[in-house]
Structures are given as C-alpha cells and as structure tokens.
C-alpha cells in the first residue's frame, strides 16, 4: 500500500490499532463522520494540534503521520510490550526477595504505571498487538 497522503498513512494506522473510526473521532474530540472524512481523504485535519492528537491515539510518530518520514513508530512505542515485560519481571522478583517488607514508594509508583499500560494493552486484541510491534 502507497502511502502518499496523509490520508492513507491515517487510514493505515487505523488499521493497524484496534481503533475503529468512532473511537478515533471519540479520543480526538472529533464527530465519527470527520474521523470517517480523514480516513477516506475527503478532508484533511487542518491543524497541528489535531495532526498531533491524532498521532498519540494512533501510537505514531508526528513526522510519519504528516509526511510520511520514516520510521512509522518511535523505538519507544515499539518496546512498549518489552518495557512492561521488563517491569512485570523486575516487580515480580523484587516481591520474591523481599515478601516481609513492604513495598517501596518507588515499587508502587512501578506497579501503577505498569497496570495502566496494561491496562491501555488489555483493549487490543493479539493480533493487533502483532501488528503494533512489527
């Protein structure tokens, strides 16, 4: 698929995540139908706040999104899923080492930020999650 407008790389993002047109209106502050006109190049998102909005909902970099610059997805969000696997590892064996003690403040902030991660990754389904990190 060429991606030669910023209607296509929006469209193939889409397609990409577990977002459908609806909820992508939804997280950007937008009506289902002008999510729907970006997606099938009727209109563009005019300005640079909505580009970047739409970006972070479809986990894609600004650059990509607006001219097609490579890659898609920052390093960052492609190690997502390793990043969480890291965190779970690394709480998993501090509790095995230190069960009397209690938690650390540093553990727990951990522990949060690892819940809503998962929590985000919990709405997509295995095979978007493929997807994501290829």
């Known amino acids: 698929m060429k991606l030669t407008s ?8 889409l397609e990409k995540s ?12 937008v009506s289902e139908g002008t999510a729907s006109r ?3 190049g009727k209109s563009k998102p ?3 706040e909505t580009r970047k909005l739409i970006a972070e ?11 097609g610059t490579d890659p898609m997805r920052s390093i960052k969000q492609a190690n ?3 990043s969480i696997k890291d965190q779970l590892t690394q709480i998993r064996e501090n509790l095995s080492h230190n069960e009397a003690r209690e938690p650390t403040l540093d553990e727990l902030k951990l522990r949060s930020q690892v819940r ?3 929590d985000e990754l919990k709405r997509l389904n295995d095979q978007q999650i493929e997807k994501l990190i290829q």
Not at 6 to 13: H, S, T
Not at 57 to 67: A, G, K, T, Y
């Open 57 to 67: 909902v479809l986990q894609v970099r600004l650059e990509w999104l607006e001219f």
């Open 6 to 13: 910023i209607n296509d790389r929006i469209a193939f993002a």
């Open 116 to 118: 809503k991660e998962l």
């Open 46 to 48: 005019k300005d640079k």
């Open 18 to 29: 577990a977002l459908n047109q609806a909820e992508l209106g939804r997280r950007t502050g």
């Open 38 to 40: 970006w997606v099938t």
């Open 80 to 82: 997502t899923l390793e």
